[in-house]
């Protein structure tokens, strides 16, 4: 037959070729093309019997070459210029043309794709449905265990975005707990100081000669620079060397990360309130045995002052 002469389907399968949008020009004005598809369709110059002569193939039949040769292979992304992996296609022309003509795998002319064309029937010489169908169970039985993971995946993160959101909201009320202790020992020492006051001001009565509030008040000359830098200095390594066996007695119980933080600071904040109970005590304590002697008595003992051999008046 001429090749002037149309073959009825050949323009939806030029149709198909130009929507692939690789051709240089319409398919049906590639010589290579047209004469693979009027083959594939049944009109092969050759004289020679072919599977294509012997059984005509049809447009939906190049729709599922096509469909598995082209797009299922990644004809497309193969086919860019920057495309540098393995089977790249050079010339999408041939690669199309031998899509279309290349006989099956199948030892009988008539199978295509699994199915005989003369009877529709599905062929059990080749056992390409077969595989197909084996192929499409492998391949959902993947998405669903895929589908699973990911199911398990965000179930665990949202467990651990839980947990963490309980983690810190406990360790802020801890936090707000250990903060109401302090102010609330705060006010404690406020008013026992207030009350040690008022006793001492009832036994010692001699004391409302001086204007209480204004010698608490009274400008006091600070120490010179450097002076208090030794004792600053001791106290940080004090509470340096306590915070390091807080956080080694801690970690040995297995906290870690902010849990371990937020332990290491409210222990700490109990430890400096009571060193500072037992300092504010001490003083206190020096205050009442001060407070004591008589009026005018001169002290056996004062440590606050260089002992003299005889008293100063």
């Known amino acids: ?35 693979a598809v009027r083959e594939f369709l049944g009109h092969d110059p050759d004289p020679r019997p072919s599977a294509f002569t012997m059984y005509p193939r049809r447009p939906e039949h190049a729709v599922l070459r096509i469909h598995g ?88 993160a949202q467990e651990r975005v839980a947990k963490e959101i309980v983690a810190v909201y ?43 509030p204004e010698c608490q008040g009274t400008d006091v000359p600070a120490p010179r620079d450097g002076e208090l830098e030794p004792l600053r200095a001791a106290g940080r390594g004090r509470q340096a060397a306590e915070e390091q066996r807080l956080r080694a007695v801690l970690v040995a119980e297995g906290l870690r990360g902010t849990e371990l933080e937020a332990e290491v600071r409210i222990r700490m904040a109990v430890w400096k309130e009571g060193r500072r109970q037992r300092a504010e005590a001490a ?7 001060k407070a004591a002697r008589p009026v005018g008595a001169w002290p056996a003992v004062d440590h606050d002052r260089p002992q003299a051999p005889t008293a100063p008046f």
């Open 69 to 156: 040769g082209w797009e299922r292979a990644g004809g497309a992304w193969r086919s860019e210029d920057d495309y540098d992996g393995p089977d790249r296609i050079v010339r999408p022309v041939g690669y199309l043309a031998q899509l279309l003509i290349k006989q099956s795998d199948c030892k009988l002319p008539q199978c295509e794709m699994g199915v005989h064309l003369d009877t529709g029937a599905e062929c059990r010489a080749c056992g390409y449905l077969e595989a197909e169908r084996i192929g499409l169970a492998i391949s959902k039985r993947m998405a669903a265990e895929a589908g699973a993971e990911q199911q398990r995946l965000a179930v665990e």
């Open 283 to 289: 003083v206190a304590a020096d205050i009442a045995v």
């Open 1 to 35: 037959m001429s090749e002037l002469v149309p073959v009825a389907g050949e323009d939806d399968v030029y149709a198909m070729l130009d929507a692939l949008g690789v051709l240089s020009a319409p398919a049906s004005r590639i010589k290579t093309l047209r004469r």
């Open 170 to 212: 406990d360790q802020a009320v801890a936090e707000n707990e250990q903060r109401d202790r302090v102010r609330a020992a705060a006010s404690a020492r406020a008013e026992e100081k207030a009350r040690a006051a008022e006793a001492l001001r009832q036994e010692c009565p001699e004391l409302t000669a001086f204007d209480w």
